[in-house]
């Protein structure tokens, strides 16, 4: 048996709903998705305060670079 696409369930089933419903079910839909990805998200890419303090650094050379280059031109 033939599983419908998203695409065949929306023109067949929720196209015709008030668009109330069609919110609601969207809104269950995200909520459903996003309870099920939280345990899945994966944080080992995170900054570090070491790399916040680096970047912030860096950063800051580089905006006063830009400042000089604006004064200069």
Known sequence: MR???AKEIY???IRDLPSS????LATLILEDLAESAAP???YSDAWTEEDLVA???RN???KQGD???AKSG
């Open 67 to 69: 400042d000089d280059l």
């Open 11 to 13: 023109a067949e089933t």
């Open 40 to 42: 899945a998200l994966d």
């Open 55 to 57: 970047f912030s650094q």
């Open 3 to 5: 599983m419908a696409t």
């Open 21 to 24: 419903e069609r919110l609601r």
């Open 60 to 62: 800051a050379g580089w």
